[in-house]
């Protein structure tokens, strides 16, 4: 189990120590989930959903009570310019 | 040795609905101030649930279906995993395995994959800081994937002038590359053998077809001295060449999983044949019918359908007369203002231009095509767009038919010119 790896893709800044810790632990998670392997599941449709739902739309519509003022959107903000957000520059990462 | 490049693209559109794709919200972020066109959904707050767009999912399958693709008849949302400031829930909902569209073809070109995601919101750098605007978070976005079929940059152009004149046709987005409604990504290898390479080098950033030309003749030139390595550049427009793009290879990892806040989508080939009929005539095969049902040029007929308004007028005006060639003419040359004259009013003003010809129209004509005929390189300047030409035209004729130069023989000219 790559600690680090998965501790970057989680944004988690770990201490060493805790690296060893969240080792040990997550290692016997995934051997405890494990288990489900041994379901036979070979004639089972594979299913994402279990609410039986299908086809939940809405229709193309402004809902302008919904929207939030700028204040509104920014009221939790740790540091705001100009009615923008402000986070640490990160450098280019496209997706 | 002869090297061919392989080329793949990725067309990322913005569809014009009138609301989000998840939240009611307005759609339409272009200029406007920060932050005003959000709601718990597009912030990623905590318990917010996104409802999919029932309209955004149709015109996805409707341009799904003008490239030919196979509609999947069940589809579903996944949620691909990454942090970006940009990216308010840590994952943007878009498709994995369950596109609405795979398998199409546009010409030659084969379409692997049409599939509707959502937008993220805007960065904008300032020194150590980054500002962010959360408007175009969750505006419905297309991604139309071809299969590496490209072997020139020449079609690579036409393939997107193409692309872009269908979805302006479907009426679905502006595709206006200017506003970033249409964004481009092509990745290019280069081959020895024709085969495909195990590399690829991906240019994002791209906001122009011409920028697309650029980077890829870059590349073309770049790939030939340096190592083939699979990487990522963006296109620089200040040093006029692409450049590598920092990234950490954990950014990859982006464990899809199906979004389990929204159900999947289950559509029936009724309602697939249902929202096929929407789809107007395509501008190819409306160009041929032109050619066809008004005798007029390829050239001609390729202005007129170059956008679906044009083409409408045009057709609105050849019920009222006949004289196609003249009403073709009149347009392509903005003789008259389209967009202030009804079809009716043009077709009048052509023939009231008519009606004032001084000199006998067929010794015109004849003395037109001698002109034109002793000329060819000037004709060939003109079709390549050096309008500039036409006065030189002007000046021969009017010495050939011993009158000054005016509209009528600059009208029949300009028709004559297009039609040959
Ligand atoms: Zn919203």
Known sequence: MDIKHVAKLANLPLTADEEKRFSAQLTAILNLVSQLQKVPTKNVVPTSQVTGQENVFRDDKIETERILTQDEALSNAKKTYNGYFVVPRIFKNDH | MKITPIIGLEVHVELATASKMFCGCPADHFGKPPNIQTCPVCLGLPGALPVPNKKAVEWTIILAQALDCKINLISKFDRKNYFYPDLP??????????????????????????????????????????LVDFNRSGVPLVEIVTEPDFRSVEEVDVYLKKLQRIIRYLGISSADMEKGSMRLEPSISLSNDGSLPNYRVEVKNINSFRFVRMALEYEIKRQQKEPHIQQTRGWSEAKNATVPQREKEEAHDYRYFPD??????????????????????LPEAKLTRFVKQYNLSQYAANILTDDKNTADYFEEAAKLSDQFADIANWIINKKADITTLVPAQLVEQIKKSQTAMP??????????????????????????????????FLGKISQAVKIPANDMIRTVLERMLNAR
Request: hydrophobic fraction near 30%; aromatic fraction near 6%.
């Open chain 2, 260 to 281: 389990p806040d929204i159900p999947p989508i289950r559509m029936s080939n009724e309602q697939l044949a249902i929202i096929k009929e929407q789809i107007p005539e």
């Open chain 2, 359 to 392: 000199v006998d129209k067929t010794a015109l004509e004849q003395a037109i095509k001698t002109v034109l005929s002793a000329n060819p390189k000037a004709v060939a300047d003109y079709k390549k767009g050096k309008t500039a030409v036409i006065g030189f």
């Open chain 2, 89 to 130: 829930k840590g994952y943007q909902i878009t498709q994995y395995d369950q596109p609405f569209g795979e398998n199409g073809k546009l010409g030659k070109i084969r379409i692997r994959r049409v599939h509707l995601e959502e937008d993220t919101g805007k960065l904008q750098h300032e020194g150590q800081q980054s």
